[in-house]
């Protein structure tokens, strides 16, 4: 088998004899990658893969909503937030982002070559007044931070930013974050059942010499080693996102993955794997960080603030009605994809994806019976967790760092939540 940089030079996209899809093979999900090994990477990636812009005479996306009526004044966005209304993200969509991809109207209109897409902005059938625009990121903006768009762009007044890296991003780009899409990262360490019928937990791994392979620089796996939790001994940080190292093991080691991601695409789109993998979710060993959250840069907070009041519960709301009728915006993020040359993505992966995230508490109300707001306890938890972990790495970080400095519920309204049954 070719490795995964020799496919990609031969192909232009790349591709093995099974018909995988090297972009999958080669990079991670979204959100969870170092600094470090981004700038390292960024690179070589960026001369491997180009983004192919669609042309002007292809049919526009469908899956957005349609606007039934026009937004009262007590609703409207318009002279309130910018027009348009730009969100980055830190990677291609998926079904993470669902809330956010929620809110587009059926006016879409696709950028292929920047990655991004704008339509009407949709609050549950109610036209806002305002249009938005999500940017993917990854190779197609270098693998450069949300954060870093976010300080540098006026116009992006949102970016996705994990609460850990919020943290090591506080000296240079500092964020706050105002939305969580989801309660619980689905960061996993998954393994072979057949091979290690023992495993049930993390902590089951670390009473083993089980090589443990992983990216360079997340964070998590300090805290993993520095718990007791993992021996550094059985650390391996060459993991490089591709599947190829697991696959030629037959299993004998344990790697990282993403519930919403490779412990479906291994058994169902992974021809050399083809069978079910075990999994725990590392949020379940203690580190309770808040994923791909939506931040500002916190010196625009008062500028922005009258806009947050009304964006903020729109996002809960989309995160609500997503959640419970996510085929339409799956479908969406599906062409979209497919539009930006990423990494392939069924609509199988991306039903699989919110079934996962809504049995395992990922998409929920968490502790209370409000969505997208934060537990700040938790938040002031994983901050007391990575402080020393940064600090031992030289990273520098802001001076007397606050949970609050890192997030806030003041623009969540409480009344709107997950129903129930989802």
Same mark, same amino acid.
């Given at each position: 088998?070719? @490795? ?32 470090r ?61 669902g ?24 609050d ?5 007044? !305002?249009r ?18 976010v300080?540098?762009?006026?116009? !992006? ?29 689905p ?13 049930q937990?993390?902590?089951? *791994? ?9 990216f ?20 391996d ?20 993955g ?18 079910? !993998?075990?999994?725990?979710?590392? @949020?379940?060993a ?58 392939p ?21 968490g ?7 934060f ?13 020393p ?7 520098? *970080? ?16 409480? @009344? ?7």
């Open positions: 088998m070719k @490795s995964p940089i020799a496919a990609l030079w031969a192909t232009g996209r790349g591709g093995y004899s099974n018909g995988t899809d090297v972009f999958e093979e080669l990079m991670p999900s979204p959100h969870r990658t170092s600094r090994l981004l700038r390292v990477t960024a690179g070589l990636m960026t001369l491997a893969l180009t983004v192919t812009a669609c042309s002007s005479g292809e049919d526009s996306p469908e899956g957005g909503q349609s606007a039934e009526r026009t937004a009262s004044a007590e609703e409207t966005l318009a002279g309130v937030c910018p027009n348009p209304i730009v969100i980055q993200t830190d990677w291609t969509p998926q079904a993470e982002y809330a956010v991809y929620r809110l587009l109207g059926d006016d879409i209109e696709v950028d292929a070559e920047r990655g991004s897409v704008s339509a009407t902005l949709v549950g059938g109610v036209d806002t007044g !305002v938005l625009e999500i940017r993917a990121g990854g190779a197609v903006n270098n693998y450069q931070s949300a954060a870093s768009f300080h540098s762009d006026e116009q !992006v007044i949102l970016g996705t930013v994990d609460i850990d890296g919020a943290v090591q991003l506080s000296a240079e780009y500092p964020m706050q974050a105002v939305f969580a899409p989801m309660e619980l990262s960061l996993v360490l998954l393994w072979d059942p057949e091979t290690y019928p023992q495993f937990t993390i902590a089951d *791994i670390g009473q083993t010499d089980t090589t443990v392979l992983y360079p620089g997340s964070t998590y796996i300090e805290f993993l080693v520095g718990a007791g939790i993992l021996r550094r001994s059985q650390i940080s060459s993991y490089d996102g591709s599947p190829s190292r697991f696959v030629a093991e037959q299993g004998r080691i344990v790697q990282q993403y519930l919403t991601n490779e412990v479906y695409s291994y058994p169902n789109e992974l021809e050399e794997w083809n069978r079910e !993998v075990g999994w725990a979710l590392v @949020s379940d203690g580190y309770p960080n808040y994923p791909a959250a939506l931040g500002i840069n916190p010196e625009r907070r008062e500028e922005l603030a009258p806009c947050l009041e009304r964006l903020v519960p729109m996002l809960q709301r989309a995160a609500r009605d997503y959640a419970a009728d996510p085929e339409p915006t799956n479908e969406l993020i599906v062409e979209l994809v497919d539009a930006y040359n990423g990494y993505y069924t609509p199988e992966r991306a039903a699989y994806a919110v079934d996962a995230m809504l049995e395992h508490g990922i998409l929920s109300n502790h209370n019976d409000t969505v997208g707001d537990d700040m306890e938790r938040v002031q938890q994983i901050l007391d967790i990575v402080r972990i940064f600090i031992g790495q030289r990273v520098e *970080i802001a001076e007397d760092l606050t949970a609050e400095d890192l997030a806030t519920n003041e623009f969540i309204d409480e @009344s709107i939540g997950l129903e129930p049954s989802q």
